[in-house]
Every structure is written in C-alpha cells, then in structure tokens.
C-alpha cells in the first residue's frame, strides 16, 4: 500500500474529547462516506484533465482559441439541468463548471504557448 | 427521457464552420467523454453534498462549530496525494478541495441559523 493510506487519519478532529463519543461516531461514519466520494472525484477529475489536455494539444496545433463560448454555454446548461435531478443547488453546479473551465482554459493557453509562442497570443481569443 | 437530454447539443461550438471536419469530429469524440465525466462528477457531488447536509444537522443540533480545521488539514494531504497519484495536479486537487469546503462551510451555518438563531453566532469559530 501506498504512504497515502498509512499516514491519512480519518478521524482527525478538531473536536477530539469535546463531544460525546456516540456523536463523534455518527460523524466518522458519514466522513467515512465523504472521503470515499472525495477518491472517487479526484480519480474522475484526474480523468477528465486527461481528456481536456488532449483538446488543448488538438487546439495548440490547429491555432484555436482556448475558450469556446458556444460550447460553455451549452455545457453549463446541461450541467444545471443534471444537478436539479441530482438534487444538487444548480448554481453550485455552475460555479463548479466555471471553476473547472478556468483551469482548463489556463492549461490551454499553456500548452497553445509551449507549441506556438509568436501565434498563441492572436489565437487567444477567449 | 428528460428535456435536459432532449435541448443539450453536444457539437455546440463557437469554432463551427471554422475547422476542419476531422479536425472537429476529434474534438467533438473528446467531449463526449468530457460531457460523460461531468455528469458522473455531478452526481458524485450531489451524493457528497447529502452526506455533508447530515453532518451539518450533526453539528447544528449539537452545537459544534461549522468548520473542522484538523479535519480539513488531512483531507487536503490525502487529496494532494491520491492527486498525485492519478495524475492529477496536486495544487488543483487543494484548491478544489477548499472550494467544495467553503461551499460545504456555508451550508453548515446556515443550517445552524435556522436551528439556534441565537447560539450560532457564538459556536461559528472556523
């Protein structure tokens, strides 16, 4: 096993010896579960950057701007839409695809700048 | 099948016209992936946000303070290196890490607003 899984202490608290310990139990319970879903977006966030980094390589060697407006809009409607089934705040949904979409814009101005430096500056439309 | 599937169009894009159709139909095979991890991302979210909702009636009926800085402190090592281990930037995985955490943060006191008025002003130490 990894060091992650040996030094991670899931019941690290603040509030250690300052609650009953029938209330500290309810509450590593339901950490226990939010550290499971936390591995589970890192993993999925890992795999999403992998995605975005092969459009930004793709966008890099045509000279495309790094945003595309059309496409975020389209995006950040669905994603609302998917959160208000999921019964997740639609505009937390938003905010977390804006927050995602500015790394990833980041990542492509960078690479558009590795692979074309004198282009990547009139390309940067976004 | 729900409008969300019916209305998202997954070639919306400012760049259509612009390029080539091999050049297009690259990218739009990428975000079909992208557009599969987002909803996967979403629900994970939606899941995470349950479990926090249960931790802040927790911590509302028990008058504990929203934030958890011990707590916070190993979520973020954990997260930097299950990151590093999938791949994934490390210095992103903290910053979304503190993203969710404040949005989380803000839920809590306003669950312990509702539940003591009078008493959240004075339990709010993070």
Do not use: C
């Amino acid at each position: 096993m990894s060091s992650t899984h040996e030094e991670f202490d899931p019941t690290a608290s603040s509030l250690a010896g300052q609650v009953a310990p029938e209330v500290m139990a309810e509450l590593l319970a339901v950490r226990s579960s939010i550290d499971n879903f936390d591995a589970a977006l890192v993993h999925l966030l890992a795999e999403r950057f992998k995605a975005t980094q092969r459009v930004g390589v793709l966008k890099a060697r045509h000279q495309l701007p790094a945003g595309d407006p059309d496409r975020e809009a389209a995006q950040i409607e669905r994603l609302k839409a998917l959160a208000e089934e999921a019964q997740l705040d639609p505009a937390f949904a938003e905010k977390f695809l804006n927050f995602i979409i500015s790394e990833v814009i980041r990542n492509h101005r960078a690479i558009s700048q590795t692979q074309n430096p004198a282009a990547s500056e009139l390309n940067d439309q976004s």
